[in-house]
T-cell receptor, first 114, second 114 residues
Framework: EAGVAQSPRYKIIEKRQSVAFWCNPI?????LYWYQQILGQGPKLLIQ????????DSQLPKDRFSAERLKGVDSTLKIQPAKLEDSAVYLC????????????FGNGTRLTVT | DAKTTQPPSMDCAEGRAANLPCNHS???????VYWYRQIHSQGPQYIIH???NNETNEMASLIITEDRKSSTLILPHATLRDTAVYYC???????????????FGTGTSLTVIP
C-alpha cells in the first residue's frame, strides 16, 4: 500500500512569512495526525483529526497555527506568521481503524525560518 | 511524559544481533509496547508491538519480560541500514487512537559499525 505522502520536503522562509504543508494519508485511514519534531527531540503531537473532525488540538499554538481536513482525506497545516522557533520537521501520520493500530508516518517537511 | 526509559546510545557490529532495551516499570495491564525507528531525514517507521507475548515479524523480534516491566527489541542481523534512533512507547489502545498516547521521548541512537 502507498504510504503517507507529504509535500514539500523542504521549505525555507523568513520570519513573519506564512507557509503551508500538505498531507495525504494512507487510503482508508480515518485518523490523521500532525506532529512537530524539533532537532534532537522526539515528535510532539500538534493536532489530530478523526475523519474531518478535530479530536485533539490542545498543543496547537492556535494564534499562528491552523489545520484543516475538509473532505476527511487530505490535510493542510498552516503557519502564519512564522517565528524562528517554528524551525522543525513537520510530520504527518495516519492510523487504521483498530484499537491497536500503529501510526504510520510520512517523511515530513523540514521547515527553516530565518 | 515518557513512561519508558531507554539508553541514549548503543553500538552494534554489522552482522551481529542488536538488542535494544526498554524499561517500562510502571506499565499497566492493558498497555501495549510499541517500537519505532527513525532513520536520518525520514519519518518514524513502525517496527512491532506487543502486549505480553513475544512477537516476531520480518523486521525484528520483541521480547517482553514476564512481569512486563521491561522489553527488548532484537534486530537479529544488524546492517548499516539499521543505524537509526529507536523509540519504545507504551500506550493503552482506545476506541480512537489518541496521538498523545504515542509519546516518543528521545529514544536510543543505534550505530551499526562495519
Amino acid at each position: 500500500e502507498a504510504g503517507v505522502a507529504q509535500s514539500p520536503r523542504y521549505k525555507i522562509i523568513e520570519k513573519r512569512q506564512s507557509v503551508a504543508f500538505w498531507c495525504n494519508p494512507i487510503s482508508g485511514h480515518a485518523t490523521l495526525y500532525w506532529y512537530q519534531q524539533i532537532l534532537g527531540q522526539g515528535p510532539k503531537l500538534l493536532i489530530q483529526f478523526q475523519n474531518n473532525g478535530v479530536v485533539d488540538d490542545s498543543q496547537l499554538p492556535k494564534d499562528r497555527f491552523s489545520a484543516e481536513r475538509l473532505k476527511g482525506v487530505d490535510s493542510t497545516l498552516k503557519i502564519q506568521p512564522a517565528k524562528l522557533e517554528d524551525s522543525a520537521v513537520y510530520l504527518c501520520a495516519s492510523s487504521g481503524p483498530f484499537r491497536v493500530s500503529p501510526l504510520h508516518f510520512g517523511n515530513g517537511t523540514r521547515l527553516t525560518v530565518t | 511524559d515518557a513512561k519508558t526509559t531507554q539508553p541514549p546510545s548503543m553500538d552494534c557490529a554489522e552482522g551481529r544481533a542488536a538488542n535494544l532495551p526498554c524499561n517500562h516499570s510502571t506499565i499497566s495491564g492493558n498497555e501495549y509496547v510499541y517500537w519505532y525507528r527513525q532513520i536520518h531525514s525520514q519519518g518514524p517507521q513502525y517496527i512491532i508491538h506487543g502486549l505480553k507475548n513475544n512477537e516476531t515479524n520480518e523486521m525484528a523480534s520483541l521480547i517482553i519480560t514476564e512481569d512486563r516491566k521491561s522489553s527488548t527489541l532484537i534486530l537479529p542481523h544488524a546492517t548499516l541500514r539499521d543505524t537509526a534512533v529507536y523509540y519504545c512507547i507504551v500506550r493503552v489502545p482506545s476506541e480512537v487512537n489518541t496521538g498523545n498516547q504515542f509519546y516518543f521521548g528521545t529514544g536510543t541512537s543505534l550505530t551499526v559499525i562495519p
